[in-house]
């Protein structure tokens, strides 16, 4: 998928993917991987910086844990970030509503 699609949808994607449960870096980016059928294959370049914007906005929380044998930080969500998450599904429903009565004008 081109990486410009991805352009403003990358923090509802990982708040969507932290809203299960806690995760590390590198399981955060297979479980994008693997919930988009392999069509959203995102480098670490993109989530790292990501996931520290989302934790100083107080939506992620994250700690250190040691995850088979070695040390990684695991993030999750806070209330904050669950109520982000809700808001930008409303925005996602809405702007996907829109773009297919246009690009969809008969359905």
Do not use: C, K, Q
Not at 86 to 94: I, Q
């Amino acid at each position: 998928m081109n990486a410009d699609a991805l352009r403003g949808h990358m923090d509802a994607l990982l708040l969507a993917v932290l809203e299960r449960e806690p995760l590390h870096g590198y399981a955060i980016i297979e479980a994008l991987r693997e919930r988009s059928g392999g069509a959203l294959d995102v480098p670490t370049g993109t989530v790292y910086p990501a996931l520290r914007r989302l934790e100083r906005a107080g939506y992620l929380a994250s700690e250190w844990a040691v995850t088979g044998g070695r040390r990684r930080r695991t993030y999750r969500l806070t209330g904050d970030g669950r109520a982000a998450l809700a808001g930008e599904r409303s925005a996602w429903r809405s702007f996907t509503n829109v773009i297919g009565s246009v690009l969809d004008p008969l359905r």
